[in-house]
Structure formats: structure tokens, C-alpha cells
């Protein structure tokens, strides 16, 4: 019912940028909060950034200053602006959705920063 589906991920060089998109269908996407996770290989899957339906915006100390996480209503996707990317960024990004407790992942899409 809830699907999530990432794309924008790909190869890129540090200091260049990525645009992450997720499009959501199955559930009213403005009453829920978004959210960004990775997972590089060997490692868990960690917070990047979250955003609220309101906008409020929460940011991994990692990522701070060069992701920002936004979302458009109207298209029912989620973004994830990400700049000055650095080797250690490299992974797999995945967006996330809870509904009633519920946690809904999409399949995600692999980020690789290349020195």
C-alpha cells in the first residue's frame, strides 16, 4: 500500500553534488514526517535527516551544513540536497515513512563518492 521510491543517486566526485529524490503514494504524504537513512557497507544504518510535515528539519552531525532535506506537498516526494560530498558519504541511501508506528522503507539507491 505505502510505497516509497528513491532515485538521484549515482556517481560523483568529492566536493560535487547529488540531488536524492522519494516519491510516496499509499498514505496522505503531508501529514507524515520524512526521513533519510544510509548505510555504507560493514556499517549500520544511520539517521542523515528528517523533516516534519511543518518543515522542521533535523540533520546528522555528519551532514550538517551540506544536506538539506525538503519536501514538496504537492508531488508527494521528499528530497535530499546533498553538497560537497566526501568519500565517507558513500552508501546506500534509503528514505523512510511511519505510519502508525509502522516504519516504511524504499528500496534505496546507492551513492558512491570517489576519490
Known amino acids: 500500500q505505502v510505497q516509497l521510491v528513491e532515485s538521484g543517486g549515482g556517481l560523483v566526485q568529492p566536493g560535487g553534488s547529488l540531488r536524492l529524490s522519494c516519491v510516496v503514494s499509499g498514505t496522505i504524504f503531508s501529514a507524515r514526517s520524512m526521513a533519510w537513512y544510509r548505510q555504507a557497507p560493514g556499517k549500520q544504518r544511520e539517521l542523515v535527516a528528517d523533516?516534519?510535515?511543518?518543515?522542521?528539519?533535523n540533520y546528522s552531525d555528519s551532514v550538517k551544513g551540506r544536506f538539506t532535506i525538503s519536501r514538496d506537498n504537492a508531488k508527494n516526494t521528499a528530497y535530499l540536497q546533498m553538497n560537497s560530498l566526501k568519500p565517507e558519504d558513500t552508501a546506500d541511501y534509503y528514505c523512510n515513512l511511519r505510519k502508525y508506528g509502522t516504519d516504511y522503507w524504499g528500496k534505496g539507491t546507492l551513492v558512491t563518492v570517489s576519490s
Open positions: 523533516i516534519t510535515g511543518g518543515g522542521v528539519t
